[in-house]
């Protein structure tokens, strides 16, 4: 099995109520959690990330779907471009909304670990490997 890739190996510096690194490892939590090879789904982060300066819940939110499918396809994220596309869009637009785009937002509204890692999953396409790959490195900064 392929090691693990760490938020400060992407050069995330993970600090308590820190908001902005906090969306940007749970951006590259969700893109390893597919079934996609981690330096694939790295090298997608940096892209839309990095290159694409898209590092905010708004920011994210207001690419187009097309825009995102061509972020994903330069990194050779081809497998789920157009599902992860819509799903990264669905998921700004939900974090935007919900929790005024701050991770810490929906820290603060859950009572404990188990129920912030509920409400990550509720995001569509977190499932329980995208919620392992964020908690490894954000819970010593969330709790």
């Known amino acids: 099995m392929a090691k693990a890739i760490s938020a400060s190996e992407l050069g995330i510096d993970l600090k308590p109520a820190d908001d902005a690194s906090l969306f940007k490892w749970f951006i590259a939590s969700f893109l390893m959690g597919k079934r996609i090879q981690a330096p694939i789904a790295a090298q ?3 892209v839309i990330v990095e290159e694409q300066g898209r590092d905010t819940p708004r920011k994210l939110q207001h690419c187009t779907s097309r825009e995102l499918v061509s972020m994903l396809g330069r990194a050779h994220y ?3 471009d157009e599902s992860t596309a819509q799903r990264l869009l669905d998921l ?4 935007n909304a ?8 929906m ?3 859950s009572k404990d670990r188990q129920a912030f890692e ?4 509720e995001f ?5 490997k995208t919620i392992e790959i964020f908690m490894r490195d954000a819970a010593a900064v969330l709790f």
């Open 107 to 109: 820290r603060s509204a």
């Open 92 to 95: 700004s637009a939900k974090l």
């Open 118 to 121: 509920k409400r990550l999953g």
């Open 78 to 80: 081809v497998r789920y």
């Open 44 to 46: 997608a982060y940096k």
């Open 124 to 128: 569509d396409g977190v499932g329980p």
């Open 98 to 105: 919900e929790y005024a785009g701050k991770i810490t937002h």
